[in-house]
């Protein structure tokens, strides 16, 4: 109630500040899709689109708060490691508020989109030969030493703007359908958002504005090739074994050491959720089925997608749940993978004719 300010700042109750630097973010849209969720075969399937913020991933509700906090602390240098969309999102923010901003990425595993977004917002780009973990090894090391302001999800306040995801998620399910959803779906790969989620869910319980029996069952999604947070789940473990060799076409989660498991899995087990690992197949294929929807996302965030069919195919979600798959990245961000999994240009003849017969599979003599 009362709400004022737009998007993440329209919960600035819960947040630590009334307002921040701000492109704006949030407001996202919630999608239904009426094929695909026949398709699943649940009661409900809505598509929480968090591509649809000002850099196209739902890094921007962290940064917006994260950045305003650095500007407190009057720090110089901000940084990050990433996988790429939170050095996209640090870039811009980073440069909206006029500092300094040093993002290091793992070489060559970078998808183009927000490689380019880094650059043009003027981040100064250092690509570490290893992966994302080893960047933010050394990441952290640089914040200890008191070079750099850290905003990887390490940093708490990047998890603060990141619960509004669930906050406006919720209400807009409640909005159109009148109840809550039986589980929400995201893909992890530092499993930060899934900690934001389930901090956000404690927190409206709490505050009396979410029933304990209403609350969705955390249902957090990874790729096969790297999927430590899985693995602990399956083996009832409080924290991951890191993996040191990761491969997946989804490169956003491409993590092997998910720093914020911690946070994360009891989560999973208080809300009686689960995790599950996908193919690298598995994903494209969903990421096919909801561009069909007109719902373009990066590989990662069909993820969610693809973990749902996966989950439902298994029994372990049942054909009357009410489900909320959060798609965290626009299509853009990975251009050369939404060409290898969509249709091929073909070229045709400069005349209007020859073009029709081309569709039509004429032939001329
Ligand atoms: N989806 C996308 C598109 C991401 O970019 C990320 C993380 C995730 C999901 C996983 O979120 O880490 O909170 O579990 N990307 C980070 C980055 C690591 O550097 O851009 P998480």
């Given at each position: 109630?009362a ?7 329209r ?16 407001d996202?849209?919630?999608h239904s899709?009426?094929r695909l969720?026949?398709?699943v075969?649940v ?16 890094k ?22 990433s996988t790429g969309?939170?050095s ?9 508020a006029?500092?300094e901003?040093?993002v290091l990425?793992?070489s060559?595993?970078v ?17 570490v ?9 050394i ?23 990141q619960?509004?995801?669930f906050?406006e998620l ?7 359908e009148g109840?809550?959803p ?10 930060g958002?899934t900690?934001a ?7 409206l319980v ?23 947070l899985v693995?602990?789940v ?12 990761v ?8 993590i ?10 009891p989560?999973?087990h208080a809300?009686?959720?689960t995790?599950?690992a996908?193919?690298d197949?598995a994903?494209t ?10 719902v ?5 965030s069909?993820?969610?997608v693809?973990?749902l069919?996966?989950?439902r195919?298994?029994?372990v ?20 993978a ?15 004719d020859a073009v029709?017969?081309?569709?039509e599979?004429?032939?001329r003599?």
């Amino acid at each position: 109630e009362a709400f004022e300010g737009r998007g993440v700042w329209r919960y600035a109750a819960a947040l630590p500040f009334e307002e921040g630097v701000s492109l704006p973010e949030g407001d996202t849209p919630l999608h239904s899709v009426p094929r695909l969720e026949a398709d699943v075969g649940v009661r409900t399937l809505r598509i929480k689109h968090e591509g649809m913020n000002p850099t196209g991933s739902f890094k921007d509700r962290g940064m917006t708060v994260g950045v305003r906090v650095a500007q407190e602390l009057g720090v110089e240098r901000l940084a990050c490691a990433s996988t790429g969309n939170t050095s996209a999102a640090l870039a811009a923010y980073g440069a909206r508020a006029d500092l300094e901003t040093l993002v290091l990425l793992p070489s060559g595993k970078v998808a183009a989109g927000k490689l380019a977004q880094a650059g043009l917002h003027g981040a100064r780009i250092l690509e570490v030969d290893g992966n994302f973990d080893d960047c933010l090894d050394i990441v952290q090391a640089l914040a200890e030493r008191g070079e750099v302001y850290l905003l990887n999800s390490l940093n708490p306040f990047r998890l603060e703007g990141q619960k509004t995801i669930f906050f406006e998620l919720l209400e807009q399910f409640h909005a159109d359908e009148g109840r809550y959803p039986d589980r929400v779906v995201l893909p992890a790969g530092n499993a930060g958002n899934t900690a934001a989620l389930y901090k956000a869910l404690r927190e409206l319980v709490h505050a009396g504005a979410l029933a304990p029996g209403d609350v969705p069952k955390i249902t957090a999604v990874q790729a096969e090739g790297s999927a430590p947070l899985v693995e602990a789940v399956e083996e009832g473990n409080d924290d991951v074994e890191r993996w040191s060799d990761v491969e997946t076409r989804a490169t956003a989660i491409r993590i092997g050491y998910p720093v914020n498991a911690r946070k994360a899995l009891p989560g999973i087990h208080a809300t009686g959720g689960t995790a599950v690992a996908v193919s690298d197949e598995a994903i494209t294929e969903a990421q096919r089925a909801l561009a069909e929807e007109g719902v373009g996302v990066e590989p990662a965030s069909a993820a969610s997608v693809a973990g749902l069919r996966k989950l439902r195919e298994s029994g372990v979600v049942n054909e009357g749940e009410d489900v909320v798959c959060l798609t965290t990245g626009h299509l853009l961000k990975d251009p050369d993978a939404a060409a290898a999994a969509g249709t091929a240009p073909e070229s045709v003849p400069n005349d209007a004719d020859a073009v029709l017969d081309h569709i039509e599979g004429r032939r001329r003599s």
